[in-house]
């Protein structure tokens, strides 16, 4: 199970007892360009959970085991042994359980941004095209309307011989067709 503690709100440090190894790891940075350092020690199990102080900008973290006790400093992003003797007890707290372990998943955090732009760039021209196939459409139904209007239009002064049907031109007095006397 590994404890946590937030040494800033972009840096956070990180323990866990796996087997009789302590695995110290801080993780700093913002969500997106998180950066992660971390090492092992062989402590063997902890018999107490391990402790945190702030000492300046950094803290210490302590965690003991059945041999001995273990200070590291933690300061400027460097992990450190530190000296036992500069432990202030009074001031130590408990770190804190975390149900997630350190943050490995880090080099996928950059790449969705980058994924999410060539998705970005992707739509653009789709959403491009769609624009052009309108417009090829709308060119369509525009000139499909006006061959409709000019074939009315034409069909107008177009007349029809109102005894056999046949056209017959405009100026006819009589139907070229059937002879039938136009106006
Ligand atoms: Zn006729």
């Not at 042994?81 to 202030?88: E, G, I, M, R």
């Not at 997630?100 to 996928?108: C, F, G, H, K, L």
């Not at 969705?112 to 653009?124: H, L, N």
Request: aromatic share 4%.
């Amino acid at each position: 199970m590994p404890y946590q503690y937030d040494i800033s709100p972009t840096q956070k440090i990180y323990l866990d007892n796996l087997g009789d190894n302590t695995l110290i790891t801080l993780a700093s940075g913002g969500p997106g360009q998180q950066q992660q350092s971390g090492t092992q020690v062989a402590t063997g199990p902890w018999t107490e959970l391990p402790q945190v102080v702030r000492v300046g900008s950094g803290v210490l973290v302590r965690c003991t085991t059945g041999q001995r006790t273990f200070i590291w400093q933690v300061q400027g992003g460097q992990i450190g042994a530190a000296d036992a003797t500069a432990w202030p007890a009074d001031q130590a707290e408990p770190m804190q359980v975390t149900a997630s372990s350190a943050p490995v998943m880090q080099p996928m955090a950059p790449m969705q941004p980058m994924q999410m732009g060539d998705m970005q760039m992707s739509a653009s021209p789709m959403t491009m095209r769609m624009g052009n196939m309108t417009l090829g459409k709308s060119h369509g139904n525009s000139s499909g309307a006006a061959d409709g209007n000019a074939s009315g239009t034409a069909s107008g002064p177009q007349k029809f011989c109102t005894q056999c049907g046949a056209a017959v031109s405009t100026g006819d007095r009589f139907c070229g067709s059937c002879g039938h006397q136009l106006q």
